[in-house]
């Protein structure tokens, strides 16, 4: 079959991952018959260098004109410490989310057997632990009003959810909980903030619908302490939009496996895959950056956009068996360092 996906490498390590990822991409083609049409377009840092917008016009129409969309990374560190700049990268991704309506930003984690070793937790707490992270991912603090005082020295985010928001990501939530483990944890703040209290208010509506679902509510604080202590007892954690950008983060690193995590970003409109992991300048243009969470965001992407799953279960193997064999970046590797570009060659040839 044919395809359309966008490509949008982004900032620092972005295109060298992401060209890791189409040769994969081109290699399953081959391999499944499919063709792949690639089409890249401007996003973050570059974009405001070369056309003044982090998420122009012209990128917006081809991602809702496209199957799926290949993201790699934005941030700039000349952006980081100025926080009077009026654009800024992130602003790209922002609007890119609101735009494409991409509601639900879905990160599963697990533990990679020989990256174990790497994780700043003891191995018995987090071997097999194995959980999705659902963060929502157009509504809360991100995008209700901001201002600051004419003196400016007040200034105000105001975190904003409708009920209509809440129920559509836990639904997303109640969904995904069937299809594993079949426990919810439901993450909030309620009591302390009114958002949360609707969250939790909707969640508890919504259970009596889903009766072989095991919810349980946390306060994301406890939430914060119980993935480092406990991360096995979770499925699926479904939590609004900041809390989940924090969560998330913190999930992805328990594991060791930071460069191999990828996400989904759904929604509306196009999907968006990208690895959980920045635009790592410091690595840019040195072809070490690890491609894996990239290759694996592109088997997210096979499975979720284009409903190929032997096609993404085809990456899974042959990912796996390029960590078996040692074919993988200095950042995980216990002997010779391969090189960004030599992975990919190693994964597409191997597929
Ligand atoms: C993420 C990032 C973004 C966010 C930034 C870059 C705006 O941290 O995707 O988690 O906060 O959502
Ligand atoms: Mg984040």
Same mark, same amino acid.
């Given at each position: 079959?044919?395809?359309?996906?966008?490509?949008?490498?982004?900032?620092?390590?972005?295109?060298?991952?992401?060209?890791?990822?189409?040769?994969?991409?081109?290699?399953?083609?081959?391999?499944?018959?499919?063709?792949?049409?690639?089409?890249?377009?401007?996003?973050?840092?570059?974009?405001?260098?070369?056309?003044?917008?982090?998420?122009?016009?012209?990128?917006?129409?081809?991602?809702?004109?496209?199957?799926?969309?290949?993201?790699?990374?934005?941030?700039? +560190? =000349?952006?980081?410490?100025?926080?009077?700049?009026?654009?800024?990268?992130?602003?790209?991704?922002?609007?890119?989310?609101?735009?494409?309506?991409?509601?639900?930003?879905?990160?599963?984690?697990?533990?990679?057997?020989?990256?174990? @070793?790497?994780?700043?937790?003891?191995?018995?707490?987090?071997?097999?632990?194995?959980?999705?992270?659902?963060?929502?991912?157009?509504?809360?603090?991100?995008?209700?009003?901001?201002?600051? !005082?004419?003196?400016?020295?007040?200034?105000?985010?105001?975190?904003?959810?409708?009920?209509?928001?809440?129920?559509?990501?836990?639904?997303?939530?109640?969904?995904?909980?069937?299809?594993?483990?079949?426990?919810?944890?439901?993450?909030?703040?309620?009591?302390?903030?009114?958002?949360?209290?609707?969250?939790?208010?909707? $969640?508890?509506?919504?259970? +009596?619908?889903?009766?072989?679902?095991?919810?349980?509510?946390?306060?994301?604080?406890?939430?914060?302490?119980?993935?480092?202590?406990?991360? =096995?007892?979770?499925?699926?954690?479904?939590?609004?939009?900041?809390?989940?950008?924090?969560?998330?983060?913190?999930? !992805?690193?328990?594991?060791?496996?930071?460069?191999?995590?990828?996400? $989904? !970003?759904?929604?509306?409109?196009?999907?968006?895959?990208?690895?959980? @992991?920045?635009?790592?300048?410091?690595?840019?243009?040195?072809?070490?950056?690890?491609?894996?969470?990239?290759?694996?965001?592109?088997?997210?992407?096979?499975?979720?956009?284009?409903?190929?799953?032997?096609?993404?279960?085809?990456?899974?193997?042959?990912?796996?068996?390029?960590?078996?064999?040692?074919?993988?970046?200095?950042?995980? !590797?216990?002997?010779?360092?391969? @090189?960004?570009?030599?992975?990919?060659?190693?994964?597409?040839?191997?597929?």
């Amino acid at each position: 079959m044919d395809f359309n996906i966008a490509v949008l490498a982004g900032d620092g390590i972005g295109p060298e991952i992401v060209e890791q990822a189409i040769k994969v991409l081109k290699a399953v083609g081959v391999k499944y018959k499919h063709n792949f049409n690639f089409t890249e377009a401007l996003v973050g840092a570059t974009a405001i260098d070369q056309v003044g917008d982090p998420f122009p016009e012209e990128t917006f129409q081809l991602c809702m004109n496209s199957d799926a969309v290949l993201f790699g990374a934005i941030g700039d +560190p =000349k952006y980081d410490n100025d926080p009077k700049a009026k654009v800024r990268p992130e602003q790209g991704l922002l609007a890119m989310r609101k735009k494409l309506g991409l509601y639900a930003n879905i990160r599963p984690v697990t533990t990679f057997p020989s990256l174990i @070793h790497k994780s700043p937790l003891r191995k018995d707490l987090v071997e097999g632990a194995d959980f999705v992270v659902i963060r929502e991912l157009t509504g809360g603090i991100y995008f209700g009003d901001k201002g600051r !005082s004419e003196d400016l020295n007040t200034a105000f985010d105001t975190c904003v959810y409708t009920r209509f928001e809440v129920e559509r990501i836990l639904e997303l939530g109640f969904e995904y909980a069937a299809k594993r483990d079949k426990r919810l944890t439901v993450v909030d703040k309620a009591n302390v903030l009114a958002t949360s209290r609707l969250w939790r208010e909707t $969640a508890q509506d919504m259970t +009596p619908a889903h009766p072989e679902i095991e919810v349980d509510y946390m306060f994301v604080d406890n939430a914060a302490m119980q993935i480092i202590q406990w991360p =096995k007892k979770f499925d699926v954690m479904v939590t609004e939009n900041m809390f989940g950008d924090i969560l998330s983060d913190e999930a !992805s690193v328990i594991t060791g496996s930071l460069g191999l995590l990828p996400s $989904a !970003s759904v929604g509306i409109h196009t999907s968006v895959f990208e690895p959980i @992991h920045g635009s790592y300048p410091q690595a840019t243009g040195k072809d070490i950056a690890n491609p894996l969470a990239t290759v694996l965001s592109a088997a997210m992407l096979l499975e979720l956009a284009l409903d190929l799953s032997d096609e993404a279960q085809a990456i899974r193997s042959v990912v796996d068996r390029s960590m078996i064999e040692g074919v993988v970046t200095e950042d995980i !590797s216990e002997e010779k360092a391969y @090189h960004t570009s030599e992975v990919g060659d190693w994964l597409a040839a191997n597929l």
